[in-house]
């Protein structure tokens, strides 16, 4: 159906046939005429069986030439007169309208027209997405930025790099990597130990991780007993703690060439030591887990408890039992006059922890003893400087005490022993 041109005081104005338009002074009019003489509603249009139709609301009429009517059936151009005495022109005119597919071009091509100008005011993509600033910037590639995309990115490149792989070995490793690299990170923030040798930490890690396991097993096998506890801490965590604070001993120490490390360092190299021995010791047992799978000796709910466990928590529990242990290690290298009782406290304490929580390794009492190492850990980290303080204030007022007729038959500071290892002049370092 055709739309509907209505022109009046020379303004023309085209309406589609599902509006019903009214003329008048009314303001609720469709069409408001600011005239005394016209009525407040005049006319109305409206279509009807397919015909636009104008019909007469003021009562008088329209007048079309020399006739007055009261409906009027708009199928040509016409000009009726309303008002008094027919003072207003107004003139309708059929005007064809385009087909349903022209509308609904039209409404798409409109409201893309909106759309470009709503895009148009708006900020550019540039500024909404600048990837080119970002790639620019070095604030990505430092820092936790860093370290979130390359931990977050680590279990997709595994996933790429051993699709295909045969066996477990391969992915097993590279978790174990993965969790083991993101706890020697926290451990870092946690214990502050300053500026890291990167050699010294290769050399810790791979030391632990080669010799640490089968030492600890040939430890084990000379201290053969039974799960109970005393058998747990003695034949089972002395061996382990032992394993861990030899290679941090031995290179650190010993192989030190006289370069002093500060006791942080010394538990930083612990937790190194403890995370390579836990990821070495996760690998033996996730590969019996599978074995134990495989042959149908354990569910898979079982086994995939096992692997996630032992991911996530070995070398966590290993690395904190070494932080301790090599904090005594260093407090043992300051003062040599107590290594024996202080290397014995530190490892034997953790040997201790260690037994108690191989005798009860599951439930809410595990929970309780891995709770109670966190708080050690962290007891020591935090007031590990405060200890060494008073250590060397003991040692210092000891020193004080000692006669001066002791201390000329000791050798007055002299090293009564000429064959006297570096570990036996350790004593001498300042911090």
Request: proline share 5%; charged share 15%; hydrophobic share 50%.
């Amino acid at each position: 159906m055709q739309r509907l041109s209505v022109t009046i005081y020379g303004r023309t104005w085209v309406f589609s046939p599902h509006e019903t338009v009214t003329i008048g002074r009314d303001p609720r009019a469709t069409m408001v005429l600011d005239d005394p003489a016209v009525a407040p509603f005049e006319v109305q249009l409206c279509a009807h069986e397919g015909n636009w139709i104008a019909h007469d609301e003021s009562g008088a009429g329209f007048v079309v030439g020399d006739t007055t009517t009261a409906t009027i059936a708009v199928d040509r151009p016409i000009t009726v007169n309303i008002g008094a005495s027919g003072c207003v022109d107004v003139s309708l005119a059929l005007v064809e309208g385009p087909g349903a597919a022209s509308l609904a071009t039209s409404a798409v091509s409109s409201l893309g027209t909106q759309l470009s100008a709503l895009w148009r005011s708006a900020p550019s993509f540039s500024t909404l997405l600048p990837l080119r600033s970002w790639w620019e910037s070095k604030s990505w590639r430092a820092g936790y930025p860093l370290v979130f995309l390359v931990f977050a990115l680590a279990p997709v490149v595994i996933d790429a790099g051993t699709s295909g792989t045969q066996g477990i070995s391969t992915v097993v490793w590279a978790y174990l990597g993965v969790f083991s690299a993101l706890w020697a990170l926290l451990f870092f923030t946690l214990i502050r130990p300053g500026k890291l040798d990167l050699g010294l930490l290769a050399k810790v890690g791979a030391s632990s991780a080669v010799i640490g396991i089968p030492l600890a097993q040939w430890l084990e096998r000379q201290l053969p007993g039974t799960d109970s506890l005393p058998h747990l801490i003695l034949g089972v965590g002395l061996p382990e703690e032992v394993a861990k604070a030899l290679p941090v001993f031995v290179i650190m120490v010993l192989l030190a060439n006289d370069r002093p490390y500060r006791t942080r360092m010394f538990m930083y190299m612990g937790a190194i030591s403890g995370l390579s021995f836990g990821a070495a010791e996760g690998m033996i047992y996730i590969t019996r887990f599978h074995q134990q799978l495989v042959t149908g000796q354990m569910s898979s709910a079982s086994f995939l408890g096992g692997v996630v466990s032992r991911l996530l928590t070995d070398s966590l529990w290993h690395g904190c039992t070494a932080i301790v242990s090599g904090y005594f290690i260093g407090l043992a290298t300051r003062h040599l006059r107590w290594r024996t009782q202080l290397l014995a406290f530190g490892i034997g304490t953790m040997a201790v922890l260690h037994g108690i929580n191989d005798r009860w390794a599951s439930g809410w009492t595990n929970v309780a003893i891995v709770a109670s190492l966190l708080f050690v850990v962290i007891g020591y980290v935090q007031n590990g400087d405060r200890i060494e303080a008073e250590v060397d204030a003991a040692a210092a007022a000891e020193k004080l005490g000692a006669s001066a007729p002791a201390s000329v038959t000791a050798g007055a500071g002299c090293d009564p022993n000429p064959r006297a290892s570096r570990w036996d002049n350790a004593a001498t370092v300042s911090y």
